[in-house]
C-alpha cells in the first residue's frame, strides 16, 4: 500500500496511542509483565499485562480500576505485587495479586502513595517509599489512615526550604521516606484505615508496617541488599537543597542501626542505587564540579575491600537518567543504559570492572527501561516505525523477539514515514541529525516543494532520537505537509562529555551556530522551501527558539514552548537552579549583566518573527514567570504573539499531560505554522476565533 493511500496521522490520534511501560521478566524467565498505558479523555487509564516470552498472546493481568503502575513479581514467582489508585481514597497503594488466579488483595491504606516498590530476597517483605508530613508521621497516618482524609493546604504557605516545590506540586512539609511491610502481617490484617483510624488500626499497621526513616530529610532510591538490610541515600551537607552531597545508607532491620557506607554527587533519583546480597551497592555519580554538564557513572561500593570502582570509566557516555542500574541475579555483572548518537542503547560490564562495557542492544532504536534475568533481558523499545512495545533478547543481544505490537491497529491504517540521518559540519564539529518528509513525498517529483519545520530538544544536556516521545509530534508535522528537520547540536548528551560541556557559559550562540547550520545544509534539498522555515522547542528548546527568533529573521514563524527566558528569574523560581550554577558558573549576584545578555528576554527588541508562546500553569521546573516576561515583551515590541497556559499542568505536558491539553498543545503548534505558511489555505491564527479549528474546542468555536 502507498503511504498517499493511507490516514495521515493527526494531533488528536494521541487518543488512540497506547504505551507499554516498565517491563518486568519473571523468576522463571518465561514471562514478562508491563504496563500498558492509554490516554482517556482527561486522564489515562493503566493496566498490568503479562507476555510469554515465547510469544503467546498477551494476557491482562489486572481488572480496569485505577490506574496501576510499578508490577513487581515475587521471587518465587507465586504472586505479583503492584501499585494502584483502584479503591477507596484514590492515592496509590500496594496490591499484591496470586500469579495462579485469584483477586486482588490490597496491602495498604498510607496517606502519601507508594513508589520505589521492591520485593526482599526471601519473598516476606516489601520496601517502599511515600511522602509524608511530620504532622502524617506523628499521627500514624503513614501506617494507615481513613481513605476520605484530605490534606489541608497550609494557608498562608510559610516556605524555610530552598526548593520547596516540584513537578506540579508544592512540598507543604512533606519529606520521603522509607518503609518495609511485612505482607504476611498485611495479607492478615488487611488494609488498614478501611474505617476511621483507630487504635486497633495503629496497633495492625504497627505489625505490617515499619517505617525506618523518621529525619527532616528525603531518604531516596531504597532497594533490598540481604534479608535484613535496605540500603537508601539522603542528601548531606549544611544546607541539604544547596547539595549535591548524598550519603549512601545501609539499614540493619534487626538492630535498627545506620551505617553510611558510602558517599556520591549528583543527580541522584528512584533507581539511583541498587545492591546485593553479599552488601556490594552500586549508584550512580556525577563529578560535583559543574555537576549538570558531567557525565554520569556507575560506581561499585564493595564493603570486603571497603573500596570503589568505577566500572563504566573507559566509556564516554552518560548513564540515562532516571533508568538507574540493574544487577544479573548472579551479581557478576551490571545492565544500563545511555544516549548514544541518536539511539538509547544497553549495556553490560562486570561490576569489579575487570573488564570494559560491552554493547548489548539498541542501535537505531530507543531502548527505555529493561529487567534482567538469568538469561534473558526484557525491555521496552520504540522506533522509527513504532511508539514502543516489549521485547526480549538474551544477555548477550545476539536473539532479538519482539514480543507485543500494541498499536498495529493504529499503525496499519497510518501512513508513517522513515526519518532520514543526515550529519553536517559547524565550526569543525560534526553534528547528527535528521529529515523527515511528508507521507506524500515523492523523490522523483523535482517540482513538488514543502515547508521545513524545525525542532530543538530540551535539556540542554539530552538527545533526540527518531522514536520515543517525540514519534506522534514529527510524524504530525510531516502529515500536514512539513519536512521536519532536527538534530543533537553541541550540548547534547551521546556524543562524549567534551560534546556536552561546549555549550558552557554560552548556550544560545553555540546552539543556533550548529541549528542554522543544519538548516542551511537542509535548505539545499530542492523540495525544501527555504522561504518558508518555521522553529519550535520546549524546555531549553523553548529558550532555544526565542533566541533564535532574536537573533535571526530566518525564521516564518514560531512557537516557544515551557521556555526559560530570563536566566535570573528562572535561578529564583525553578527546582533546578543547580542547572544554572554549574553550565554558566556563576549567579545572578556575581554576574547581572552577563546573564541577563544570556537571556532571550534581553534581545526581544529585535524580534520581528511570529511568536506562539505555550506554557503550562504548574510548571514548577520552567517556571511561568519567565514566560509571562517575554509574551510582554513581544507585546511591547509590536510582534504578532499569543500566550497559552495551560490549567493543572506541569513541565511534562507534551509527555504525559492531560490527553486534550496534550492535543490541543500540538494542533496550536500547527495551526500557528499553517497560518503563515503559503502552502496552507489557512488564516493566522490571530485572525481568526481563540478555539477555532481545534479537536477539543467547545463546539461554538469550532469551524
Known amino acids: 500500500m502507498f503511504l498517499s493511500s ?3 496521522i493527526q494531533a488528536r490520534d494521541y487518543h488512540d496511542l497506547v504505551h507499554a511501560e516498565d517491563p518486568q521478566l519473571s523468576p522463571e524467565g518465561d514471562r514478562i509483565a508491563f504496563v500498558r498505558r492509554r490516554p482517556d479523555d482527561d486522564s489515562y487509564t493503566a493496566t498490568v499485562h503479562v507476555v510469554p516470552v515465547g510469544g503467546d498472546e498477551t494476557r491482562q493481568f489486572t481488572a480496569n480500576d485505577g490506574v496501576d503502575s510499578q508490577p513487581r513479581w515475587s521471587p518465587d514467582g507465586d504472586f505479583l505485587a503492584f501499585v494502584s489508585t483502584r479503591g477507596a481514597g484514590d492515592r496509590e497503594q500496594v496490591w499484591l495479586l496470586p500469579t495462579d488466579g485469584g483477586e486482588a488483595h490490597q496491602l495498604t491504606q498510607v496517606v502519601g502513595g507508594v513508589g520505589s516498590l521492591e520485593w526482599s530476597p526471601d519473598g516476606s517483605q516489601l520496601c517502599f517509599s511515600q511522602s509524608v508530613t511530620a504532622a502524617d508521621r506523628e499521627d500514624g497516618r503513614d501506617y494507615a489512615v481513613d481513605p476520605d482524609y484530605e490534606f489541608e493546604t497550609p494557608d498562608p504557605r510559610v516556605i524555610d526550604r530552598s526548593i520547596y516545590r516540584a513537578a506540579t506540586e508544592y512540598f507543604d512539609g512533606r519529606r520521603s521516606h522509607v518503609y518495609v511491610l511485612d505482607v504476611a502481617a498485611a495479607l492478615e490484617e488487611g488494609p488498614e484505615g478501611s474505617d476511621s483510624s483507630s487504635d486497633d488500626d495503629a496497633e495492625a499497621a504497627d505489625r505490617s508496617i515499619t517505617r525506618l526513616t ?5 531518604h531516596i532510591a531504597p532497594t533490598w541488599g540481604d534479608d535484613g538490610t535496605v540500603y537508601y541515600a539522603s542528601k548531606v551537607g549544611e544546607e541539604p537543597d544547596h547539595s549535591l552531597r548524598y550519603a549512601v545508607l545501609a539499614h540493619d532491620l534487626e538492630t535498627g542501626d545506620v551505617e553510611a557506607v558510602t558517599e556520591t554527587t549528583g543527580w541522584l533519583g528512584p533507581n539511583s542505587l541498587a545492591a546485593t546480597e553479599d552488601g556490594r551497592v552500586a549508584f550512580e555519580y556525577t563529578p560535583e564540579e559543574q555537576a549538570s554538564m558531567r557525565q554520569t557513572d556507575i560506581r561499585v561500593y564493595d564493603p570486603e575491600t571497603d573500596a570503589e570502582v568505577t566500572p563504566t570509566d573507559p566509556l564516554d557516555r552518560t548513564i540515562a537518567r532516571g533508568v538507574g542500574v540493574e544487577w544479573t541475579p548472579d551479581g557478576e555483572e551490571l545492565y544500563f543504559l545511555t544516549p548514544d548518537e541518536g539511539s538509547q542503547v544497553c549495556w553490560a560490564v562486570p561490576a569489579d570492572a575487570s573488564a570494559e562495557p560491552r554493547r548489548i542492544y539498541g542501535d537505531g532504536a530507543t531502548v527505555e527501561e529493561v529487567s534482567v534475568g538469568e538469561n534473558a533481558v526484557a525491555y521496552v523499545q520504540s522506533e522509527w ?6 521485547f526480549v533478547t538474551t544477555r548477550g543481544g545476539n536473539e532479538v523477539h519482539r514480543l507485543t505490537r500494541i498499536n498495529d491497529g493504529y499503525l496499519s491504517e497510518r501512513a508513517v514515514r522513515q526519518p532520514e540521518e543526515i550529519r553536517f559540519e559547524s565550526e569543525g564539529e560534526s553534528i547528527q541529525g535528521w529529515l523527515l518528509t511528508p507521507p506524500t513525498f515523492d523523490a522523483d517529483d523535482t517540482d513538488e516543494r514543502y515547508p521545513l519545520v524545525v525542532e530543538i530538544h530540551g535539556g540542554p544536556h539530552a ?4 522514536s520515543g516521545t517525540m514519534w506522534h509530534e514529527f510524524q504530525t508535522l510531516a502529515a500536514r505537509g512539513y519536512v521536519v528537520f532536527w538534530c543533537n547540536p553541541r550540548g547534547s548528551t551521546g556524543y562524549g562529555e567534551d560534546h556536552a560541556m561546549a555549550i558552557e557559559r554560552d548556550w544560545g550562540e553555540v546552539t543556533l551556530t550548529d541549528v542554522l547550520a543544519g538548516v542551511d545544509k537542509v535548505c539545499k534539498r530542492e523540495y525544501v522551501d527555504e522561504a518558508e522555515v518555521f522553529v519550535t522547542g520546549g524546555s531549553f528548546g523553548g529558550f532555544m527558539t526565542a533566541w533564535a527568533v532574536g537573533h ?9 514552548q515551557r521556555g526559560v527566558y530570563d536566566l535570573t528569574g528562572f535561578y529564583g523560581s525553578t527546582d533546578a537552579f543547580h ?11 556575581e554576574e547581572p549583566a552577563f546573564l541577563w545578555e544570556q537571556s532571550p528576554v534581553a534581545h526581544v527588541p529585535e524580534v520581528d518573527t511570529p511568536t506562539l508562546v505555550l506554557h503550562s500553569d504548574r510548571d514548577f521546573r520552567t517556571p511561568a514567570n519567565t514566560a509571562e516576561l517575554f509574551y510582554l515583551g513581544l507585546q511591547k515590541h509590536g510582534v504578532d504573539t499569543r500566550l497559552v497556559r495551560y490549567p493543572r499542568e506541569g513541565h511534562e505536558l507534551s509527555r504525559s499531560g492531560e490527553p486534550a491539553h496534550v492535543v490541543d498543545r500540538l494542533e496550536r503548534i500547527v495551526r500557528w505554522f499553517d497560518g503563515y505558511s503559503a502552502y496552507h489555505d489557512a488564516l493566522p491564527a490571530l485572525e481568526r476565533e481563540q478555539n477555532a479549528g481545534l479537536s477539543s474546542a467547545p463546539s461554538e468555536n469550532e469551524e
Open 6 to 8: 493511507m490516514n495521515e
Open 463 to 466: 538527545q533526540w532520537t527518531t
Open 552 to 560: 535571526t529573521d530566518r525564521f516564518t514563524a514560531a512557537v516557544s
Open 385 to 390: 516505525d513504532h511508539p514502543g512495545d516489549v
Open 214 to 218: 523518621d529525619a527532616d530529610a528525603d
Open 579 to 589: 542547572l544554572l550554577e554549574g553550565d554558566f558558573a556563576t549567579t545572578p549576584w
